[in-house]
């Protein structure tokens, strides 16, 4: 068996595996901040982390990194287990950070008595003043050299609530000559008075990223902490923090890769909150939105996404993934999962003239070409039939091969009909084509006029059934390639005007008259499209997922 080569992970992993021996297992963590809902880059690290774990037959944690009472809701716990769930996996543990607020104060209290942490009385604004640049060195804090006893009352007075927000931090003793600014006694504790969504009020002291998330890797047995770059420079700060407590021979190392960036999209929670909050968007699940819920609702699916995650593999350099990579997947699997159903967007009437009034009859059509086990349905045939308005020219050029006045064209599944004229309203716009059709030429009935080759076939709806549905078009929420990568605009400048267009015309067939939230189809010539939670048998609704090619490639 030929051998898929390992990426600088798998190395990593196996390295370990094969160092440790028998019996040994990886730990890995998937590690969000409650303050929002998870986008393409978490599922990117959730592919990552939860698959490996899954490759390698170890555990995976789900720790929900929640240190900043003022960002963040349980809301956001809710839909980032949801989330997960929907992309399959599932987490050996449930962790929260806040869970280890007791643990990681007592660590704080043993290192200020080890002499490697104290508090300091300035503002952030003067210790970050202070550390000055990495060519030159920073100024030691007058209050560096309290003593230990000094410190620990102090400590647990911030704990107790004796000083206001901001009043005193506690910062760990490292070097503030580092050539490495993280190392320039990075702050370890905050005060802050903000009810905590887990914690309440207990605590009005909270633990900095740097500090807590080390020791929560440490208090899982977490054997590798995958994060993205730019944490690489803090890596020895994470080993630092874990030198301080570790016991025994035991720590969890962490290594960075490449952040997920795709074109036409932004990805950070702050912008993606601004779009919510000012209303560009309808809420976090919407469509348009590159988050987790916003694509379950516009119809991606979990397989489209863990393929698109694993093609682009591990990067060790930051780049920019092209947007259509990822509509390639979804395509292709939509194409291969999705029932065809007929769907016409901007009808107009045709009549068969030469048709039996008062009858319809059946017609049988494939499910999906592509899987023949999806079987067939039945549709219904009549003497008043729709087709889409832009499939009909009166005075068609050479070589369009849709419905002209004098020539022919299959209805799918159905006959040959041709065009003898039309009737058009006092504006001039048609109202009905007339046309005859070819009784000898249905579909499948196996006569010689059912062989007969057109050079188009439509898509069509049975007036007597057609089912009126909503259709939300939507596309591509920006028009730049990098709608936050310019100095002298915003983000917003680049939202596209027709990222959602509304239309109430379409005519459906009436098989999809039970069709769910959710649902998927592809709409025969028009695009793959899904049914929207705010959908209801009375009134369907559905959202376009993705047009049938890409129509932005250049
Ligand atoms: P933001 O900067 O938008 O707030 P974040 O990285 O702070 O995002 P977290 O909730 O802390 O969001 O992220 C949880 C995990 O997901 C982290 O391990 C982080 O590295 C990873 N992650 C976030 N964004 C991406 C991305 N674009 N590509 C890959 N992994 C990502
Ligand atoms: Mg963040
Ligand atoms: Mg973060």
Redesign the pocket.
């Known amino acids: 068996v030929e051998k898929k080569s390992l990426n600088f992970i798998e190395a990593i992993i196996e390295e370990y595996l094969e160092e440790k021996g028998e019996g040994a297992k990886i730990h890995t963590r998937?590690?969000?901040?409650?303050?929002?809902y998870?986008?393409?880059?978490?599922?990117?690290?959730?592919c990552?982390?939860f698959g490996l774990a899954e490759q390698y037959n170890g555990l995976c944690n789900l720790r929900f990194?929640d240190t900043n009472p003022a960002k963040e809701e349980q809301e956001y716990v809710d839909s980032?287990k949801e989330d997960i769930k929907w992309l399959g996996f599932m987490w050996d543990n449930e962790c929260f950070t806040s869970d280890y607020f007791q643990q990681l104060y007592d660590w704080a209290v043993q290192m200020i008595k080890d002499g490697t942490a104290y508090v300091d009385d300035q503002s952030p604004a003067e210790i970050a003043e202070q550390k000055k640049t990495p060519t030159e060195p920073g100024i030691k804090s007058p209050y560096r050299d309290r003593s230990v006893e000094e410190n620990l009352d102090l400590f647990e007075r911030m704990k107790n609530g004796e000083f206001p927000d901001g009043s005193k931090v506690l910062r760990a003793k490292i070097d503030m000559s580092s050539p490495n600014m993280h190392m320039r006694d990075p702050i370890m504790y905050r005060i802050l008075r903000k009810a905590h969504h887990r914690t309440a009020d207990n605590w009005c002291i909270y633990p900095m990223y740097d500090y807590a998330h080390g020791e929560s890797d440490y208090i899982e047995g977490i054997t590798h902490s995958?994060?993205?770059l730019?944490?690489e420079v803090h890596r020895p700060l994470y080993n630092w923090f874990l030198e301080q407590i570790k016991d025994g021979e035991y720590a969890p190392v962490q290594r960075e890769?490449?952040?997920?960036?795709?074109s036409y999209t932004i990805?950070?929670?702050?912008?993606?909150l601004q779009l919510v909050n000012e209303r560009h968007v309808a809420g976090w699940d919407d469509p348009r939105m590159p988050t987790i819920s916003g694509m379950r609702r516009r119809g991606y699916t979990p397989a489209a996404i863990r393929k698109f995650a694993d093609t682009i593999g591990v990067a060790k350099r930051e780049n920019v993934i092209d947007v259509a990579l990822l509509e390639h997947h979804v395509r292709e699997d939509l194409n291969k999962i999705t029932p065809r159903m007929m769907v016409v967007t901007d009808p107009v009437k045709i009549i068969l003239t030469n048709y039996p009034e008062g009858i319809t009859e059946k017609v049988y059509a494939d499910n999906n070409p592509e899987d023949e086990s999806a079987g067939k349905r039945e549709m219904t045939f009549s003497r008043e039939l729709y087709i889409e308005r832009s499939d009909f020219m009166e005075d068609a050029p050479k070589k369009y091969f849709r419905l002209s006045l004098g020539n022919e064209v299959r209805l799918k599944h159905g006959y040959i009909i041709k065009a003898e004229s039309v009737v058009k309203d006092e504006n001039g716009d048609i109202t009905e084509i007339h046309c005859s059709y070819d009784a000898d030429s249905k579909s499948g009935s196996g006569t010689e006029a059912s062989k007969r080759r057109v050079k188009g076939t439509l898509h069509w709806v049975s007036a007597e059934v057609a089912l009126p549905v909503e259709i939300r078009y939507y596309d591509r929420l920006f028009t730049d390639e990098a709608p936050d990568g310019h100095k002298d605009k915003d983000f917003l400048d680049f939202i596209n005007e027709h990222s959602l267009e509304v239309s109430h015309k379409a005519l459906a067939e009436p098989a999809l008259k039970d069709a769910k939230p959710e649902d998927k189809f592809q709409f025969q010539r028009i695009g793959y499209f899904c049914v929207d939670k705010d959908s209801t048998p009375e009134h369907l609704v559905f959202n376009r997922t993705l047009t049938l090619r890409d129509t932005w490639a250049k």
């Open positions: 998937f590690p969000p901040e409650p303050n929002g998870l986008h393409i880059g978490h599922a990117k690290s959730i990552l982390n990194d980032i995958i994060c993205t730019e944490f890769f490449a952040r997920l960036n795709l990805m950070s929670k702050r912008k993606l």
